[in-house]
């Protein structure tokens, strides 16, 4: 989606190995967002931003870390990747937590897969 | 927990034909709803919302219909084109004061020609 750029697409990486998934937006959003979608659940949330420099857990982080330096980026760490960690990340991003009338920005996602 | 799900998990139908695509929720203190369309690689994209005091909502070629007695969401696509092909799911956003948005699993539209 345009104003929403993840990087990159695909990734393979090895089980233990430390992977970063990239995040940039260009709407300064104050909110974003990283979910994760398998199969058979919906989007998940991993963790969120309010703002620079303010990050919570979601539902699921574990295994994750994520920071956020500058209001446009929101990286997300997988500090030592495991096989279940296979999955599509989707990033967000969001004037506000309630939208109404347009809901989340989502970016096209990275589809990265632990061998 | 909360929840949103969807009946079906692959819906084909005729090119022109219409579309309807079910959703239950079971959160009463929802207060609006979103429909999403995922296309193959990307992200999920708006398509339209309804407010908890509506019955219905039309769009450009879609409306929803919102039952709130059963907790149930439909969303119809008139005249469907092969673009409609995506997976379309509901997801109850979050309630004030938290964060937890409640996506569906979704169903697949695949449009026959």
């Known amino acids: 989606d345009a104003g929403i750029t993840q990087s990159p697409r695909y990734k393979i990486t090895e089980t233990g190995r430390q992977v970063t998934l990239m995040c940039h937006q260009t709407?300064?959003?104050?909110?974003m967002f990283w979910y994760r979608q398998d199969l058979g659940h919906g989007l998940r949330l991993i963790y969120y931003s309010a703002a620079a420099d303010i990050t919570d857990k979601g539902e699921v982080p574990d295994g994750y870390v994520v920071s956020r330096s500058k209001t446009e980026n929101f990286p997300l760490t997988l500090e030592s990747a495991t096989r279940s960690q296979t999955s599509v990340y989707f990033c967000?991003?969001?004037?506000?937590?309630?939208?109404?009338?347009?809901?989340?920005?989502f970016g096209s996602g990275t589809r990265l897969t632990v061998v | 927990g909360e929840s949103v799900g969807l009946h079906l998990p692959t819906l084909s139908v005729q090119e022109g034909d219409n579309s309807i695509i079910n959703c239950a929720y079971s959160n009463s203190a929802s207060d609006y709803f979103i429909w999403y369309k995922q296309e193959s690689g990307k992200g999920p994209q708006f398509i339209i919302d309804?407010?908890?005091?509506?019955d219905k909502r039309q769009g450009q070629r879609v409306t929803v219909l919102l039952n709130k007695t059963v907790k149930h969401l439909s969303l119809q696509i008139a005249a469907t084109q092969p673009g409609d092909s995506a997976v379309y799911f509901c997801?109850?956003?979050?309630?004030?004061?938290?964060?937890?948005?409640?996506f569906g699993t979704g169903t697949r539209l695949k449009v026959l020609a």
């Open positions: 997801a109850d956003p979050p309630l004030a004061g938290t964060y937890k948005y409640i």
């Open positions: 309804i407010r908890s005091n509506m």
């Open positions: 709407w300064s959003h104050s909110y």
């Open positions: 967000a991003s969001s004037l506000r937590v309630r939208t109404g009338g347009y809901g989340y920005t």
